[in-house]
């Protein structure tokens, strides 16, 4: 079309790096430190060539940094197409781009890319503060754009600002249709980068000692629970089911890569307790659930150890209706592969434990006998619990039992199912959550990852897979209240995990609440509440082409109702002071018979009044200066607007 | 060889379009309800605005579909927020472009007459009846160059349309479009604008010094001289051409340089720019330049002057409008079949 006038001014190039550096500066901590200095170089670059109004660098130049950065992101990142490395090259290119910028072409694009900017930060956060910040860029780029569009006068920033924060909140309602409306398909497209989940915190298929209590220093939240029932269990029958563990190295307990597919039949002793769970995207397969699960949630299955494994590693928050009992009895036989597994042990090493346990059998009648005296001897033989346990090297399990016995949970449930193995009792390691804070705001149950937790499970002839907490009998506290009871007081916790500093304590809560209904409200809106809204405006089982023809409906209705917004505004909006000032100025001239031509400038027609009315010449020499500047020149302040004002009312023609 | 079958297949070419472009006109004609130009007021009214998006607007187009299709993958709900912001940003954008072309009054403005080669500036009057100010409206003739204006609320504007003339005549200023892509450039929306408007375009006088045929000549063009006496007003220098008679042969005596006299004409001393004072081995054009030229020299001076053509004569006089009339006439002569 029409290009116009497409050279760029000094006012473009500063509102543009302005807003460029706002969408780039929150991924400065995610990039290597090359990155973020030769990005901060080419800015800094960029503004004094145009400061200075010098040549843009020649194009060889920048291919060659190109090149270098191309290499560099692949050295540093080992790939070019990942999500990491795609954002670091995204980042170079808006930088070089800056480089060869000489037309608004060129700066429409940037404006495009940065756009796309601001869209990778929630790859990264989609918390409630990140999007607060990324609305702030946005606002900039925009302004930024109709800055672009100004060709004759420049009504100031803060016009701009104003206009575009308008233009954001006119779109508001269409955006609000688009996104309650509009389709949403389960799963990918395509893979995902595998790097995609790199950095989520969580359990794992292993456990070796210190493994568990490295979650204790994350207050990252696992998952949240809202029970049924207005009352929660108690919080020491709280055991949130994880990986179970069955193979042991002789240092580090293993999940099956292939885990049996049956749950085993079981009686359930006690009320069902009715919650539902919304956890955090792990990247692991597990759903936590309190022991013992008694349904499955859709896509996910349960194993004969009773973990519940999704379909697909965990990349998306995921709430399910959970259904437990806490007490339970299992009758049946076990079968023979169970039981030779929950017996195995390495063929050597930590003789002294295995020399323990076999003294301790021979004192006792039965498995219960020989259970309490293992735990009697974690409770009386000195044993402590503490987050900061000294390193084991070989035979972790004697040095932990007979030398340090000083440990966290992982390394009680390990000595512990170690010892019943060597015992000839059947058992395995459970890894999980214990606990959780209970949101007094919203009755809502947090669990975070400095509440992971493991325990073990002895095979009794009687009850089945029976529960048995070592960390239990060393520190009562530690299931009963939490960690943070249970540690000592010089030891290092999450902030504000000790329950110090009370106000801040609500507020944490408070924080959490409305991250909790940002997470299920937003973040978490899926395929299944668009069908639930739909069913509540009376269209059932909603298929996508209904969504599509309800979206375009609604879209129709909200454009049409912004399009007659804007027209009606014609009538509404105010004039300029400044142009209603001139307006009554003319008009008083124009009442004794000098009346401006619609195509004579204000300059000419100063002239021609001037001179048909000398007597007044110098004030309206005055007014008409008073108005070219204000409405020509530059920034005006208020001050010129009043004293504008004061000179028409007080001019007499 | 090459040369002629490329030419006729340029004309094969051209014969086979031409059709289409019947069509295309009569598409264009009934899209754009182009009918006869018009010399009122055309008020901007919504089947008169027509908006497309502009380039921008395509790259903004694709932008927002690759951020949907990554929101779809990663299933950020925040990245359909974003992307579906953007997207409803484009569509204000539709309408703010829109709105701001939308009741703005265009009228034809006063043309002046310019010399061949010269630009003619078409006027164009926005009035803009409504409060709300309108930024960067643009007004092009056959998107040439553009000319960029705000008009703000209750205000009429004066816009100036450049275009570069290269022959003497009548220019018709053809078509305005007046157009806007104000707030985000994202949309173009423009408007047709057919005014009755026309240039006055003056053949371009020539250039360098032409002496005025101030001698005396057997054909009687000239200086004749009326009833009257001629009063002397002065000196000027001389210039080649000029008339022996009229040289001040006392003061060339004395030995200063060639002065030639000046007289104050009156009703009694006649100037005739004669088509027949050109050199017939000049070309119409050429000898319409010169008496441009002429034109304007006599009017400098301060003599009556009167200009025959072929087929045309007007009366001696003086002033602006002789001027006007002059020039409007050469503007305007036809040549006769030689």
């Given at each position: 079309?029409?290009?116009?006038?497409?050279?760029?001014?000094?006012?473009?190039?500063?509102?543009?790096?302005?807003?460029?550096?706002?969408?780039?500066?929150?991924?400065?901590?995610?990039?290597?430190?090359?990155?973020?200095?030769?990005?901060?170089?080419?800015?800094?670059?960029?503004?004094?060539?145009?400061?200075?109004?010098?040549?843009?660098?020649?194009?060889?130049?920048?291919?060659?940094?190109?090149?270098?950065?191309?290499?560099?992101?692949?050295?540093?990142?080992?790939?070019?197409?990942?999500?990491?490395?795609?954002?670091?090259?995204?980042?170079?290119?808006?930088?070089?781009?800056?480089?060869?910028?000489?037309?608004?072409?060129?700066?429409?694009?940037?404006?495009?890319?940065?756009?796309?900017?601001?869209?990778?930060?929630?790859?990264?956060?989609?918390?409630?503060?990140?999007?607060?910040?990324?609305?702030?860029?946005?606002?900039?780029?925009?302004?930024?754009?109709?800055?672009?569009?100004?060709?004759?006068?420049?009504?100031?920033?803060?016009?701009?600002?104003?206009?575009?924060?308008?233009?954001?909140?006119?779109?508001?309602?269409?955006?609000?249709?688009?996104?309650?409306?509009?389709?949403?398909?389960?799963?990918?497209?395509?893979?995902?980068?595998?790097?995609?989940?790199?950095?989520?915190?969580?359990?794992?298929e292993e456990m070796s000692p210190g493994s568990v209590s490295s979650l204790l220093l994350s207050d990252a939240v696992a998952f949240r629970v809202t029970f049924e029932s207005a009352i929660?269990?108690?919080?020491?029958?709280?055991?949130?089911?994880?990986?179970?563990?069955?193979?042991?190295?002789?240092?580090?307990?293993?999940?099956?890569?292939?885990?049996?597919?049956?749950?085993?039949?079981?009686?359930?002793?006690?009320?069902?307790?009715?919650?539902?769970?919304?956890?955090?995207?792990?990247?692991?397969?597990?759903?936590?659930?309190?022991?013992?699960?008694?349904?499955?949630?859709?896509?996910?299955?349960?194993?004969?150890?009773?973990?519940?494994?999704?379909?697909?590693?965990?990349?998306?928050?995921?709430?399910?209706?959970?259904?437990?009992?806490?007490?339970?009895?299992?009758?049946?036989?076990?079968?023979?592969?169970?039981?030779?597994?929950?017996?195995?042990?390495?063929?050597?090493?930590?003789?002294?434990?295995?020399?323990?346990?076999?003294?301790?059998?021979?004192?006792?009648?039965?498995?219960?006998?020989?259970?309490?005296?293992?735990?009697?001897?974690?409770?009386?033989?000195?044993?402590?619990?503490?987050?900061?346990?000294?390193?084991?090297?070989?035979?972790?399990?004697?040095?932990?039992?007979?030398?340090?016995?000083?440990?966290?949970?992982?390394?009680?449930?390990?000595?512990?199912?170690?010892?019943?193995?060597?015992?000839?009792?059947?058992?395995?390691?459970?890894?999980?959550?214990?606990?959780?804070?209970?949101?007094?705001?919203?009755?809502?149950?947090?669990?975070?990852?400095?509440?992971?937790?493991?325990?073990?499970?002895?095979?009794?002839?009687?009850?089945?897979?029976?529960?048995?907490?070592?960390?239990?009998?060393?520190?009562?506290?530690?299931?009963?209240?939490?960690?943070a009871a249970a540690v000592p007081q010089n030891e290092q916790l999450p902030l504000m995990l000790r329950g110090e500093y009370r106000w801040l304590h609500g507020a944490r809560l408070t924080?959490?609440?409305?991250?909790?209904?940002?997470?299920?409200?937003?973040?978490?809106?899926?395929?299944?509440?668009?069908?639930?809204?739909?069913?509540?405006?009376?269209?059932?089982?909603?298929?996508?082409?209904?969504?599509?023809?309800?979206?375009?409906?609604?879209?129709?209705?909200?454009?049409?109702?912004?399009?007659?917004?804007?027209?009606?505004?014609?009538?509404?909006?105010?004039?300029?002071?400044?142009?209603?000032?001139?307006?009554?100025?003319?008009?008083?001239?124009?009442?004794?018979?000098?009346?401006?031509?619609?195509?004579?400038?204000?300059?000419?027609?100063?002239?021609?009044?001037?001179?048909?009315?000398?007597?007044?010449?110098?004030?309206?020499?005055?007014?008409?200066?008073?108005?070219?500047?204000?409405?020509?020149?530059?920034?005006?302040?208020?001050?010129?607007?009043?004293?504008?004002?004061?000179?028409?009312?007080?001019?007499?023609? | 060889?090459?040369?002629?079958?490329?030419?006729?297949?340029?004309?094969?070419?051209?014969?086979?379009?031409?059709?289409?472009?019947?069509?295309?006109?009569?598409?264009?004609?009934?899209?754009?309800?182009?009918?006869?130009?018009?010399?009122?007021?055309?008020?901007?009214?919504?089947?008169?605005?027509?908006?497309?998006?502009?380039?921008?607007?395509?790259?903004?187009?694709?932008?927002?579909?690759?951020?949907?299709?990554?929101?779809?993958?990663?299933?950020?709900?925040?990245?359909?927020?974003?992307?579906?912001?953007?997207?409803?940003?484009?569509?204000?954008?539709?309408?703010?472009?829109?709105?701001?072309?939308?009741?703005?009054?265009?009228?034809?403005?006063?043309?002046?007459?310019?010399?061949?080669?010269?630009?003619?500036?078409?006027?164009?009057?926005?009035?803009?009846?409504?409060?709300?100010?309108?930024?960067?409206?643009?007004?092009?003739?056959?998107?040439?160059?553009?000319?960029?204006?705000?008009?703000?609320?209750?205000?009429?504007i004066s816009v100036g349309v450049p275009l570069v003339t290269t022959r003497r005549g009548v220019l018709p200023a053809g078509r305005f479009t007046v157009f806007t892509q104000f707030p985000?450039?994202?949309?173009?929306?423009?408007?047709?604008?057919?005014?009755?408007?026309?240039?006055?375009?003056?053949?371009?006088?020539?250039?360098?010094?032409?002496?005025?045929?101030?001698?005396?000549?057997?054909?009687?063009?000239?200086?004749?001289?009326?009833?009257?006496?001629?009063?002397?007003?002065?000196?000027?220098?001389?210039?080649?051409?000029?008339?022996?008679?009229?040289?001040?042969?006392?003061?060339?005596?004395?030995?200063?340089?060639?002065?030639?006299?000046?007289?104050?004409?009156?009703?009694?001393?006649?100037?005739?720019?004669?088509?027949?004072?050109?050199?017939?081995?000049?070309?119409?054009?050429?000898?319409?330049?010169?008496?441009?030229?002429?034109?304007?020299?006599?009017?400098?001076?301060?003599?009556?002057?009167?200009?025959?053509?072929?087929?045309?004569?007007?009366?001696?006089?003086?002033?602006?409008?002789?001027?006007?009339?002059?020039?409007?006439?050469?503007?305007?002569?036809?040549?006769?079949?030689?």
């Amino acid at each position: 079309m029409t290009p116009g006038s497409d050279k760029l001014v000094d006012r473009h190039i500063s509102w543009l790096l302005g807003s460029l550096a706002l969408v780039t500066a929150p991924h400065i901590e995610r990039l290597p430190w090359w990155i973020t200095l030769l990005v901060v170089t080419l800015f800094a670059w960029r503004a004094y060539l145009a400061l200075y109004d010098l040549r843009l660098p020649h194009k060889w130049l920048l291919m060659l940094i190109a090149i270098g950065a191309l290499g560099g992101i692949y050295i540093t990142y080992g790939r070019i197409l990942g999500r990491d490395s795609g954002v670091a090259l995204l980042i170079v290119m808006l930088a070089l781009k800056l480089m060869e910028m000489a037309t608004l072409r060129d700066a429409m694009i940037l404006i495009f890319i940065a756009y796309f900017l601001v869209i990778t930060n929630f790859l990264y956060s989609q918390s409630i503060p990140t999007t607060v910040f990324m609305l702030i860029a946005m606002w900039a780029i925009t302004s930024t754009m109709v800055g672009f569009q100004f060709r004759q006068r420049q009504p100031g920033y803060r016009y701009q600002l104003r206009f575009a924060g308008i233009m954001l909140l006119q779109s508001t309602p269409l955006m609000l249709v688009l996104f309650v409306l509009f389709p949403r398909m389960q799963g990918p497209l395509w893979g995902m980068p595998q790097d995609a989940l790199a950095s989520a915190t969580g359990l794992s298929e292993e456990m070796s000692p210190g493994s568990v209590s490295s979650l204790l220093l994350s207050d990252a939240v696992a998952f949240r629970v809202t029970f049924e029932s207005a009352i929660p269990p108690a919080t020491q029958q709280l055991y949130w089911r994880g990986p179970v563990m069955w193979d042991f190295d002789g240092y580090t307990w293993t999940a099956p890569r292939v885990p049996y597919p049956t749950p085993r039949p079981f009686d359930a002793l006690d009320n069902e307790v009715a919650y539902s769970v919304t956890v955090e995207p792990h990247g692991k397969r597990w759903l936590f659930a309190l022991d013992l699960p008694l349904r499955t949630p859709a896509r996910a299955s349960m194993t004969s150890d009773f973990q519940i494994l999704f379909q697909s590693p965990l990349t998306n928050r995921l709430r399910y209706d959970m259904l437990s009992t806490l007490r339970y009895r299992d009758r049946s036989e076990l079968p023979r592969y169970e039981m030779q597994r929950a017996l195995r042990l390495p063929g050597d090493g930590n003789p002294r434990a295995r020399a323990m346990a076999a003294d301790m059998r021979k004192r006792t009648v039965d498995d219960r006998a020989y259970i309490n005296m293992v735990l009697a001897m974690f409770r009386n033989d000195n044993f402590s619990y503490t987050t900061t346990p000294p390193l084991l090297r070989a035979d972790p399990v004697d040095e932990f039992l007979l030398s340090t016995r000083a440990g966290y949970c992982e390394h009680y449930a390990s000595a512990f199912t170690f010892l019943m193995r060597a015992g000839g009792v059947p058992a395995r390691v459970v890894t999980g959550y214990q606990g959780g804070e209970f949101n007094t705001f919203s009755n809502y149950m947090i669990v975070r990852q400095a509440d992971a937790h493991a325990w073990s499970e002895v095979w009794l002839k009687d009850s089945g897979w029976t529960r048995v907490d070592p960390t239990a009998a060393v520190s009562p506290a530690r299931v009963q209240t939490g960690v943070a009871a249970a540690v000592p007081q010089n030891e290092q916790l999450p902030l504000m995990l000790r329950g110090e500093y009370r106000w801040l304590h609500g507020a944490r809560l408070t924080w959490d609440l409305l991250a909790n209904s940002w997470n299920q409200l937003v973040l978490g809106y899926t395929m299944d509440n668009q069908r639930q809204l739909m069913q509540r405006i009376g269209i059932s089982d909603a298929t996508w082409q209904t969504l599509v023809i309800v979206m375009m409906l609604t879209t129709g209705v909200v454009t049409l109702a912004l399009a007659l917004l804007l027209l009606l505004s014609f009538r509404r909006s105010r004039p300029d002071p400044v142009i209603a000032a001139y307006a009554r100025f003319c008009r008083r001239l124009a009442n004794r018979g000098v009346t401006r031509h619609p195509s004579e400038g204000p300059d000419a027609f100063c002239k021609r009044a001037a001179a048909i009315r000398p007597e007044i010449a110098a004030a309206i020499g005055s007014i008409s200066r008073l108005y070219v500047h204000l409405r020509y020149g530059r920034e005006a302040g208020s001050d010129e607007i009043n004293e504008l004002k004061r000179a028409v009312a007080v001019f007499r023609a | 060889m090459t040369g002629s079958t490329s030419s006729r297949a340029a004309t094969f070419l051209s014969q086979l379009t031409t059709p289409f472009r019947g069509l295309r006109s009569i598409v264009e004609r009934w899209l754009f309800q182009f009918g006869n130009p018009l010399t009122a007021t055309i008020v901007l009214v919504q089947r008169r605005i027509f908006i497309l998006p502009s380039r921008y607007g395509l790259l903004f187009m694709c932008a927002v579909l690759m951020m949907l299709t990554g929101s779809i993958n990663y299933n950020l709900s925040l990245g359909f927020i974003l992307t579906f912001l953007l997207a409803s940003l484009g569509v204000s954008a539709i309408l703010h472009t829109f709105r701001n072309l939308a009741r703005l009054k265009i009228s034809p403005g006063k043309v002046t007459p310019v010399f061949a080669g010269d630009v003619a500036r078409f006027t164009l009057l926005i009035d803009n009846p409504t409060y709300l100010e309108r930024y960067s409206i643009g007004v092009t003739l056959h998107r040439r160059e553009s000319v960029y204006i705000d008009v703000p609320g209750r205000q009429s504007i004066s816009v100036g349309v450049p275009l570069v003339t290269t022959r003497r005549g009548v220019l018709p200023a053809g078509r305005f479009t007046v157009f806007t892509q104000f707030p985000l450039g994202l949309c173009y929306a423009w408007a047709y604008a057919d005014f009755d408007v026309e240039c006055l375009v003056y053949p371009r006088p020539e250039a360098g010094r032409v002496p005025l045929p101030l001698a005396d000549s057997n054909d009687g063009g000239g200086v004749t001289r009326g009833a009257g006496q001629e009063d002397f007003a002065g000196l000027r220098s001389y210039q080649p051409g000029d008339s022996p008679r009229h040289i001040a042969w006392k003061a060339a005596a004395r030995g200063e340089t060639l002065l030639t006299k000046q007289f104050s004409g009156r009703a009694d001393l006649e100037l005739w720019l004669d088509w027949r004072h050109t050199p017939e081995h000049m070309g119409v054009e050429e000898r319409l330049s010169r008496l441009a030229r002429w034109v304007i020299d006599a009017h400098g001076s301060t003599l009556n002057f009167g200009l025959r053509l072929p087929g045309l004569t007007l009366a001696a006089a003086s002033g602006h409008a002789q001027r006007e009339r002059c020039l409007e006439a050469l503007a305007l002569f036809k040549a006769e079949t030689q």
